[in-house]
């Protein structure tokens, strides 16, 4: 995000892990610092569009060399080697106008397509991040939609709701929108949390396991 803010940005970048706060986030900056008003965004997603519309669009030039933003989605849909190939080579000589996104909702560098995407890209690891890191984020959000938290229950919304960022954000916006605008949320005036519906990922398993933490 640094890098982007004082505007070195690569052509193709490749996110892979599945968390949509920090996916919008980055495409969020990229859009702002490299194409601003004037430029346009693209969306394609390959479970819907075809890889030739794709092709035909990172290739194409603007008479006016207009820059452009392409988000590229489902790329496990593609399942020709020759399509494979394609792209790979494209990315080793990308269009000039265009910055292309490829997401990964997975974090999949076992398969050899996928890792050679990572390693042939600018790569950002987008797997929802660790409890330390997770609640930075939160505050910062938090921060910017000026919704104020006491500590301990950022904390236990954190414990309750962490498989995301965005999910952390939701549970806490929907308190803010009941207490009202301003009105801190602390223990005094919001006690009651509703059940959690957490989602788990293999690393909390594994973390577990290592730190020998078997009831939790």
């Known amino acids: 995000i640094r890098r982007i803010r004082a505007n070195k940005i690569s052509l193709v ?19 702002r610092v ?11 997603s390959l479970d819907q569009d075809s890889i030739e519309n794709l092709f035909m669009e990172l290739s194409s030039n603007s008479l006016f060399e207009d820059k452009r933003i392409i988000t590229l989605r489902e790329i496990k849909k593609i399942r020709s080697e020759i399509n494979k190939r394609e792209l790979i080579k494209y990315i080793k000589s990308p269009n000039e106008n265009v910055v292309l996104i490829i997401i990964c909702e997975d974090f999949d560098l076992k398969s050899r397509f996928l890792k050679d995407l990572s390693e042939k890209t600018e790569f950002i690891d987008c797997r929802p991040p660790f409890e330390n890191e997770m609640k930075k984020w939160v505050k910062y959000i938090l921060n910017i939609k000026k919704i104020i938290i006491e500590e301990c229950m950022l904390e236990e919304y954190i414990h309750l709701y962490g498989d995301s960022i965005s999910h952390v954000i939701t549970e806490i916006y929907k308190i803010s929108i009941r207490l ?5 949320i602390n223990k005094m005036n919001y006690s009651s949390i509703e059940e959690s519906d957490r989602l788990y990922h293999l690393w909390h398993l594994q973390d577990c396991l290592g730190k020998k933490d078997f009831s939790k």
């Open 13 to 31: 970048y490749s996110l892979f892990g599945g968390e949509a706060f920090l996916e919008d986030f980055i495409i969020n900056e990229l859009k």
């Open 34 to 44: 490299y194409i601003g008003d004037k430029g346009q965004r693209l969306c394609f």
């Open 180 to 184: 009202g605008e301003g009105v801190e």
